[in-house]
């Protein structure tokens, strides 16, 4: 069973976006679970992870811009992206970390364009 994230879409530069993703037996709140993204043409990347413990990591490129959060209660995990840029445009994916090849899940684009 495959992760499934919603929340992507088109949004102009400077705007935000809340990506979600949930699945039905990993259970969010005993894995560090991570979000990843993959631009146009280029290799996937680690965007942001969450601890059990709730302390988080986040890539140079996204620190002070986005904030992973999970609700143990829902099962899911969020991405609030601020301040979204050009460079920004991928299809995001969450995943446990380190990640697991059979988790990944279709994706959901973001496109940050005016």
């Known amino acids: 069973v495959q992760f499934v994230e919603s929340g992507g879409g088109l949004v102009q530069p400077g705007g935000s976006l809340r990506l979600s993703c949930a699945h039905s037996?990993?259970?969010?709140?005993?894995?560090?679970m991570a979000w990843y993204r993959q631009p146009p043409g280029k290799q996937r990347e680690l965007v942001a992870r969450?601890?059990?413990?709730?302390?988080?990591d986040y890539s140079a490129f996204v620190e002070g811009r986005f904030t992973i959060s999970r609700d143990n209660a829902k099962n899911t995990v969020s991405l609030q992206m601020n301040s979204l840029r050009s460079d920004d445009t991928a299809v995001y994916y969450c995943?446990?970390?380190?990640?697991?090849?059979?988790?990944w899940g279709q994706g959901t684009q973001v496109t940050v364009s005016s």
């Open positions: 037996t990993i259970m969010v709140s005993f894995n560090v």
């Open positions: 995943n446990v970390f380190p990640m697991r090849n059979d988790l």
């Open positions: 969450i601890a059990a413990n709730g302390r988080t």
